[in-house]
């Protein structure tokens, strides 16, 4: 069984994924003195969906994530945020409190 995921920090948000000139043509905008009112309410949108703290659930655009579990029993850990590029790193707290980072040979991304 897996543990259990206790919590999902963005670290780094992901770019809008509708750029400001397609969201003016939706809007028919030609001009640009909206564009930075459309380009809170773009980026606004594009965060209402993407990512795994969304209703989606999952990453749309390219994004930081870190995960806490709150146990490190088992062989396997279900990341939130699919599909993952990349794990950059695998850290537990030790029995003596200390942060003890896993080595990198000895995990896989599945």
């Known amino acids: 069984m897996a543990?259990?995921?206790?919590?999902v920090v963005v670290v780094t948000p992901p770019e809008p994924f509708i750029t400001l000139d397609q969201a003016k043509g939706h809007l028919r905008v030609t001009g640009?003195?909206?564009d930075s009112l459309i380009d809170i309410y773009r980026a606004a949108?594009?965060?209402h969906i993407d990512g795994p703290l969304t209703w989606?659930?999952?990453s749309v655009g390219q994004q930081t994530l870190r995960a806490y579990f709150d146990s490190?029993?088992?062989d396997l850990l279900r990341l939130p945020g699919a599909p993952l590029l990349t794990v950059s790193s695998v850290?537990?707290?030790a029995e003596d409190g200390t942060a003890t980072s896993v080595a990198a040979e000895l995990y896989t991304l599945d």
């Open 3 to 7: 543990s259990e995921l206790a919590r």
């Open 72 to 74: 490190f029993d088992d």
């Open 45 to 47: 949108a594009c965060a």
């Open 56 to 58: 989606l659930g999952r």
């Open 32 to 34: 640009s003195d909206e």
């Open 91 to 93: 850290v537990y707290d």
